[in-house]
Protein backbone atom coordinates (compact mmCIF):
# COMPACT_ATOMS: atom_id res chain seq x y z
CA UNK A 1 0.00 0.00 0.00
CA UNK A 2 1.56 3.49 -1.24
CA UNK A 3 1.07 6.79 0.82
CA UNK A 4 -2.12 8.08 -0.93
CA UNK A 5 -3.81 4.63 -0.93
CA UNK A 6 -3.19 4.57 2.69
CA UNK A 7 -4.82 8.23 3.76
CA UNK A 8 -7.86 7.59 1.27
CA UNK A 9 -8.22 3.69 3.58
CA UNK A 10 -7.69 5.70 6.75
CA UNK A 11 -10.19 8.74 5.54
CA UNK A 12 -12.87 5.80 4.78
CA UNK A 13 -12.48 3.90 7.96
CA UNK A 14 -13.04 7.32 9.87
CA UNK A 15 -16.05 7.47 7.59
CA UNK A 16 -17.45 4.04 8.35
CA UNK A 17 -16.68 4.59 11.80
CA UNK A 18 -18.47 7.36 11.94
CA UNK A 19 -21.21 5.47 10.41
CA UNK A 20 -21.16 2.75 12.96
CA UNK A 21 -20.75 5.05 15.55
CA UNK A 22 -24.08 6.41 14.78
CA UNK A 23 -25.75 3.19 13.96
CA UNK A 24 -24.53 2.08 17.34
CA UNK A 25 -25.75 5.11 18.73
CA UNK A 26 -29.41 4.73 17.39
CA UNK A 27 -29.97 1.11 18.30
CA UNK A 28 -28.74 1.75 21.66
CA UNK A 29 -31.49 4.26 21.81
CA UNK A 30 -34.16 2.10 20.52
CA UNK A 31 -32.79 -0.34 22.94
CA UNK A 32 -33.13 2.12 25.76
CA UNK A 33 -36.47 3.08 24.75
CA UNK A 34 -37.65 -0.24 24.38
CA UNK A 35 -36.13 -1.26 27.64
CA UNK A 36 -38.20 1.95 29.44
CA UNK A 37 -41.40 0.77 27.73
CA UNK A 38 -40.92 -2.14 29.25
CA UNK A 39 -40.17 -1.78 32.96
CA UNK A 40 -43.16 0.87 33.02
CA UNK A 41 -45.46 -1.50 31.61
CA UNK A 42 -43.80 -4.45 33.87
CA UNK A 43 -44.27 -1.80 37.17
CA UNK A 44 -47.69 -1.30 35.98
CA UNK A 45 -48.86 -4.73 35.47
CA UNK A 46 -46.78 -5.81 39.14
CA UNK A 47 -49.22 -3.57 41.10
CA UNK A 48 -52.41 -4.60 39.41
CA UNK A 49 -51.89 -8.19 39.73
CA UNK A 50 -49.99 -7.71 43.01
CA UNK A 51 -53.77 -5.78 44.26
CA UNK A 52 -55.29 -9.26 43.56
CA UNK A 53 -53.15 -11.25 45.40
CA UNK A 54 -53.82 -9.24 48.22
CA UNK A 55 -57.68 -9.96 47.55
CA UNK A 56 -57.65 -13.60 46.97
CA UNK A 57 -55.44 -13.44 50.12
CA UNK A 58 -58.23 -11.73 51.92
CA UNK A 59 -60.53 -13.79 50.70
CA UNK A 60 -58.96 -17.13 51.92
CA UNK A 61 -58.33 -15.46 55.66
CA UNK A 62 -62.10 -14.81 55.21
CA UNK A 63 -62.78 -18.16 54.65
CA UNK A 64 -60.58 -19.82 57.10
CA UNK A 65 -62.43 -17.59 59.68
CA UNK A 66 -65.57 -18.67 58.44
CA UNK A 67 -64.88 -22.34 58.76
CA UNK A 68 -63.66 -21.93 62.10
CA UNK A 69 -66.50 -20.30 63.95
CA UNK A 70 -68.24 -22.94 61.99
CA UNK A 71 -66.38 -25.71 63.98
CA UNK A 72 -65.80 -24.50 67.20
CA UNK A 73 -69.59 -22.73 67.80
CA UNK A 74 -71.56 -25.61 69.20
CA UNK A 75 -75.18 -23.78 68.59
CA UNK A 76 -74.85 -21.43 65.68
CA UNK A 77 -77.03 -18.76 67.45
CA UNK A 78 -74.20 -18.55 69.76
CA UNK A 79 -71.85 -17.16 67.27
CA UNK A 80 -72.85 -13.63 67.44
CA UNK A 81 -72.70 -13.24 71.28
CA UNK A 82 -69.30 -13.79 71.36
CA UNK A 83 -67.94 -11.11 69.12
CA UNK A 84 -65.56 -13.45 67.68
CA UNK A 85 -62.21 -11.47 67.76
CA UNK A 86 -59.57 -12.67 65.39
CA UNK A 87 -56.62 -10.64 64.17
CA UNK A 88 -56.54 -10.56 60.10
CA UNK A 89 -52.63 -10.03 59.96
CA UNK A 90 -52.35 -13.25 61.62
CA UNK A 91 -54.05 -15.51 58.93
CA UNK A 92 -51.72 -18.71 60.02
CA UNK A 93 -53.19 -18.14 63.45
CA UNK A 94 -56.84 -18.32 62.29
CA UNK A 95 -55.67 -21.67 59.91
CA UNK A 96 -55.48 -23.76 63.24
CA UNK A 97 -58.03 -24.93 65.59
CA UNK A 98 -57.02 -23.85 68.90
CA UNK A 99 -59.40 -21.65 71.74
CA UNK A 100 -59.14 -18.06 70.96
CA UNK A 101 -56.32 -16.45 72.87
CA UNK A 102 -58.01 -14.87 75.99
CA UNK A 103 -57.53 -10.99 76.97
CA UNK A 104 -58.29 -9.63 80.05
CA UNK A 105 -61.20 -7.89 78.41
CA UNK A 106 -62.06 -11.28 77.94
CA UNK A 107 -63.29 -11.64 81.62
CA UNK A 108 -65.70 -10.60 83.76
CA UNK A 109 -64.69 -10.37 87.41
CA UNK A 110 -67.21 -9.90 90.14
CA UNK A 111 -66.03 -9.11 93.91
CA UNK A 112 -69.15 -9.83 96.57
CA UNK A 113 -68.91 -7.52 99.62
CA UNK A 114 -70.85 -6.51 102.04
CA UNK A 115 -71.21 -2.70 103.17
CA UNK A 116 -69.83 -3.57 106.97
CA UNK A 117 -66.50 -4.69 105.26
CA UNK A 118 -66.12 -1.49 102.64
CA UNK A 119 -63.74 0.19 104.76
CA UNK A 120 -61.68 -2.97 106.36
CA UNK A 121 -61.07 -5.30 102.83
CA UNK A 122 -62.04 -2.68 100.02
CA UNK A 123 -58.78 -0.44 100.13
CA UNK A 124 -56.66 -3.65 99.77
CA UNK A 125 -57.74 -4.42 96.82
CA UNK A 126 -57.99 -1.27 95.31
CA UNK A 127 -54.66 -0.73 95.99
CA UNK A 128 -53.45 -4.23 94.94
CA UNK A 129 -54.89 -6.62 92.11
CA UNK A 130 -57.65 -4.16 91.42
CA UNK A 131 -55.28 -1.68 89.56
CA UNK A 132 -54.28 -4.24 87.22
CA UNK A 133 -58.39 -5.03 86.14
CA UNK A 134 -59.61 -1.84 86.63
CA UNK A 135 -62.17 -2.17 84.10
CA UNK A 136 -63.37 -5.38 83.92
CA UNK A 137 -63.80 -5.57 87.84
CA UNK A 138 -67.33 -4.95 89.33
CA UNK A 139 -67.97 -4.59 92.89
CA UNK A 140 -71.53 -5.98 93.94
CA UNK A 141 -72.67 -4.74 97.57
CA UNK A 142 -75.76 -3.72 99.24
CA UNK A 143 -75.31 -0.14 99.59
CA UNK A 144 -74.71 2.92 97.95
CA UNK A 145 -71.37 4.48 98.86
CA UNK A 146 -70.54 7.31 97.28
CA UNK A 147 -66.78 7.44 98.44
CA UNK A 148 -66.12 3.80 97.09
CA UNK A 149 -68.23 4.67 94.02
CA UNK A 150 -65.75 7.59 93.08
CA UNK A 151 -62.45 5.23 94.37
CA UNK A 152 -63.75 2.20 92.30
CA UNK A 153 -64.80 5.01 88.78
CA UNK A 154 -68.23 3.90 89.41
CA UNK A 155 -67.34 0.30 89.68
CA UNK A 156 -70.08 -0.24 92.49
CA UNK A 157 -72.73 -2.16 92.35
CA UNK A 158 -75.49 -1.59 94.46
CA UNK A 159 -77.05 -4.96 94.79
CA UNK A 160 -80.25 -3.73 96.94
CA UNK A 161 -80.03 -7.30 98.01
CA UNK A 162 -79.93 -7.25 102.38
CA UNK A 163 -76.58 -7.06 104.09
CA UNK A 164 -77.09 -9.77 106.64
CA UNK A 165 -74.75 -13.15 105.35
CA UNK A 166 -78.19 -15.19 105.54
CA UNK A 167 -78.83 -17.84 102.47
CA UNK A 168 -81.53 -15.41 100.44
CA UNK A 169 -78.81 -12.32 101.35
CA UNK A 170 -76.18 -14.48 99.36
CA UNK A 171 -77.97 -15.75 96.18
CA UNK A 172 -79.38 -12.76 95.50
CA UNK A 173 -76.26 -10.89 95.03
CA UNK A 174 -75.21 -14.34 93.05
CA UNK A 175 -78.30 -13.58 91.26
CA UNK A 176 -77.15 -10.12 90.29
CA UNK A 177 -73.48 -11.03 89.48
CA UNK A 178 -74.79 -13.39 87.03
CA UNK A 179 -77.17 -11.37 85.11
CA UNK A 180 -74.95 -8.13 85.58
CA UNK A 181 -72.34 -10.92 83.71
CA UNK A 182 -74.83 -12.05 80.68
CA UNK A 183 -75.49 -8.72 79.65
CA UNK A 184 -72.00 -8.10 78.93
CA UNK A 185 -70.68 -9.78 75.89
CA UNK A 186 -67.76 -11.25 77.88
CA UNK A 187 -66.48 -14.66 77.33
CA UNK A 188 -65.52 -15.59 81.10
CA UNK A 189 -67.55 -14.89 84.64
CA UNK A 190 -65.35 -15.56 87.24
CA UNK A 191 -66.98 -14.90 91.08
CA UNK A 192 -64.69 -14.05 93.87
CA UNK A 193 -65.19 -12.94 97.69
CA UNK A 194 -64.02 -9.79 98.48
CA UNK A 195 -61.17 -11.59 100.89
CA UNK A 196 -59.68 -13.26 98.15
CA UNK A 197 -56.65 -12.33 95.92
CA UNK A 198 -56.96 -12.26 92.31
CA UNK A 199 -53.48 -13.24 90.51
CA UNK A 200 -55.22 -11.08 87.49
CA UNK A 201 -52.14 -12.30 84.81
CA UNK A 202 -52.47 -15.95 85.70
CA UNK A 203 -55.81 -15.89 85.69
CA UNK A 204 -55.99 -14.73 82.56
CA UNK A 205 -53.47 -17.19 81.59
CA UNK A 206 -54.85 -20.13 83.05
CA UNK A 207 -58.43 -19.26 81.06
CA UNK A 208 -56.48 -19.02 77.90
CA UNK A 209 -56.44 -22.94 78.16
CA UNK A 210 -59.87 -23.61 77.45
CA UNK A 211 -62.60 -23.02 74.88
CA UNK A 212 -65.59 -20.29 76.33
CA UNK A 213 -66.96 -21.89 73.54
CA UNK A 214 -67.90 -25.26 75.72
CA UNK A 215 -69.36 -25.23 79.01
CA UNK A 216 -66.47 -24.96 81.48
CA UNK A 217 -67.68 -24.93 85.31
CA UNK A 218 -64.09 -24.52 86.68
CA UNK A 219 -63.63 -23.76 90.47
CA UNK A 220 -62.50 -25.93 93.86
CA UNK A 221 -65.00 -27.83 95.69
CA UNK A 222 -64.51 -27.57 99.63
CA UNK A 223 -66.12 -30.97 100.62
CA UNK A 224 -64.45 -34.42 99.65
CA UNK A 225 -67.39 -35.86 98.05
CA UNK A 226 -70.23 -34.81 96.61
CA UNK A 227 -72.93 -33.18 98.33
CA UNK A 228 -75.94 -34.94 98.81
CA UNK A 229 -79.38 -33.72 99.26
CA UNK A 230 -83.07 -34.98 99.52
CA UNK A 231 -85.41 -33.28 96.89
CA UNK A 232 -88.37 -32.32 98.09
CA UNK A 233 -90.20 -33.37 95.13
CA UNK A 234 -93.05 -35.80 94.93
CA UNK A 235 -90.36 -38.89 95.61
CA UNK A 236 -88.20 -38.07 97.75
CA UNK A 237 -85.36 -38.96 96.30
CA UNK A 238 -81.18 -38.59 96.62
CA UNK A 239 -79.31 -35.83 94.66
CA UNK A 240 -75.63 -35.80 94.52
CA UNK A 241 -73.58 -33.29 93.27
CA UNK A 242 -70.32 -30.98 93.42
CA UNK A 243 -69.99 -27.57 93.71
CA UNK A 244 -67.32 -24.76 93.43
CA UNK A 245 -66.89 -23.04 96.91
CA UNK A 246 -67.62 -18.97 96.30
CA UNK A 247 -64.47 -18.61 98.72
CA UNK A 248 -61.77 -20.01 96.33
CA UNK A 249 -63.55 -18.04 93.30
CA UNK A 250 -65.10 -19.58 90.06
CA UNK A 251 -65.34 -19.81 86.65
CA UNK A 252 -68.26 -19.72 84.19
CA UNK A 253 -67.88 -19.56 80.57
CA UNK A 254 -70.09 -18.17 78.31
CA UNK A 255 -71.46 -20.82 76.61
CA UNK A 256 -72.18 -22.62 79.80
CA UNK A 257 -73.75 -19.15 81.22
CA UNK A 258 -76.22 -19.14 78.32
CA UNK A 259 -77.08 -22.55 79.00
CA UNK A 260 -77.91 -21.73 82.26
CA UNK A 261 -80.25 -19.28 81.08
CA UNK A 262 -83.45 -20.31 80.88
CA UNK A 263 -83.19 -21.88 84.60
CA UNK A 264 -81.44 -19.00 86.70
CA UNK A 265 -81.26 -15.62 84.80
CA UNK A 266 -83.37 -12.44 85.89
CA UNK A 267 -83.47 -13.31 89.86
CA UNK A 268 -84.69 -16.86 88.90
CA UNK A 269 -81.16 -18.06 90.50
CA UNK A 270 -82.51 -16.63 93.92
CA UNK A 271 -86.11 -19.23 93.20
CA UNK A 272 -83.74 -22.31 92.84
CA UNK A 273 -82.18 -21.12 96.15
CA UNK A 274 -85.16 -20.68 98.22
CA UNK A 275 -86.48 -24.37 96.74
CA UNK A 276 -83.21 -25.99 97.81
CA UNK A 277 -82.59 -23.88 101.20
CA UNK A 278 -78.74 -24.08 100.26
CA UNK A 279 -76.56 -21.05 100.04
CA UNK A 280 -75.23 -19.22 96.30
CA UNK A 281 -72.39 -21.55 95.34
CA UNK A 282 -74.32 -24.69 96.67
CA UNK A 283 -77.37 -23.70 94.58
CA UNK A 284 -74.52 -23.07 91.46
CA UNK A 285 -73.71 -26.07 91.10
CA UNK A 286 -76.88 -27.75 91.68
CA UNK A 287 -77.76 -25.51 88.42
CA UNK A 288 -74.77 -26.66 86.30
CA UNK A 289 -74.11 -30.42 87.83
CA UNK A 290 -77.56 -31.78 89.05
CA UNK A 291 -80.05 -29.94 86.27
CA UNK A 292 -77.53 -29.10 83.46
CA UNK A 293 -75.51 -32.34 83.82
CA UNK A 294 -72.09 -30.35 83.59
CA UNK A 295 -69.54 -31.56 85.30
CA UNK A 296 -67.40 -29.01 87.45
CA UNK A 297 -63.84 -28.87 86.41
CA UNK A 298 -61.75 -29.16 89.61
CA UNK A 299 -59.04 -26.10 89.49
CA UNK A 300 -55.89 -26.85 92.48
CA UNK A 301 -55.02 -23.19 91.46
CA UNK A 302 -58.06 -21.70 93.41
CA UNK A 303 -57.94 -21.55 97.02
CA UNK A 304 -60.31 -19.95 100.16
CA UNK A 305 -60.48 -19.33 103.27
CA UNK A 306 -61.26 -23.23 104.29
CA UNK A 307 -57.87 -24.02 103.96
CA UNK A 308 -54.17 -22.92 105.49
CA UNK A 309 -52.17 -21.05 103.13
CA UNK A 310 -49.38 -22.71 104.72
CA UNK A 311 -49.52 -25.70 102.87
CA UNK A 312 -48.68 -23.75 99.48
CA UNK A 313 -45.51 -23.74 98.60
CA UNK A 314 -43.76 -20.34 98.25
CA UNK A 315 -42.62 -20.73 95.23
CA UNK A 316 -45.45 -21.80 93.18
CA UNK A 317 -47.65 -18.60 94.94
CA UNK A 318 -47.19 -16.96 91.95
CA UNK A 319 -48.92 -19.99 90.18
CA UNK A 320 -51.85 -19.74 91.82
C1 LIG B 1 -78.84 4.53 95.53
O1 LIG B 1 -78.63 5.14 94.26
C2 LIG B 1 -79.66 4.92 93.33
C3 LIG B 1 -79.27 5.50 92.00
O2 LIG B 1 -77.99 6.01 92.00
C4 LIG B 1 -80.96 5.52 93.85
O3 LIG B 1 -81.97 5.28 92.94
C5 LIG B 1 -81.30 4.87 95.18
O4 LIG B 1 -82.44 5.46 95.73
C6 LIG B 1 -80.14 5.01 96.17
N1 LIG B 1 -80.44 4.22 97.35
C7 LIG B 1 -80.23 4.66 98.59
C8 LIG B 1 -80.59 3.70 99.70
O5 LIG B 1 -79.79 5.76 98.84
C1 LIG C 1 -81.49 -0.88 93.01
O1 LIG C 1 -82.52 0.05 93.21
C2 LIG C 1 -82.33 1.28 92.55
C3 LIG C 1 -83.43 2.22 92.95
O2 LIG C 1 -84.56 1.56 93.33
C4 LIG C 1 -82.32 1.05 91.04
O3 LIG C 1 -82.08 2.25 90.37
C5 LIG C 1 -81.21 0.08 90.72
O4 LIG C 1 -81.23 -0.24 89.34
C6 LIG C 1 -81.36 -1.20 91.54
N1 LIG C 1 -80.20 -2.03 91.31
C7 LIG C 1 -80.27 -3.27 90.83
C8 LIG C 1 -79.00 -3.97 90.63
O5 LIG C 1 -81.33 -3.80 90.56
Request: glycine share 4%; hydrophobic share 35%.
Amino acid sequence: MNRSEETIFIIDNNKMNFRHRKLIQTFTCVVLLLYSVLVVYQTFYRSVNSADRVDNKNNKVFVKKHVYERTLAQEPSLNDAYGISMSTDSPSATATVKPPTVTLDDVFISVKTTRNYHNSRLPIILKTWFQLAKKQTWLFTDTNDSDFQTRTNGHMINTNCSSSHNRKALCCKMSVEFDTFLNTDKKWFCHFDDDNYVNVPRLVKFLGDYNPREDWYLGKPSIQAPLEIVSKDKRAQKVRFWFATGGAGFCLSRALALKMMPLASDGKFISIGERIRLPDDVTMGYIIEHLLKKQLTVVDLFHSHLEPMKFIRRDLIQDQ
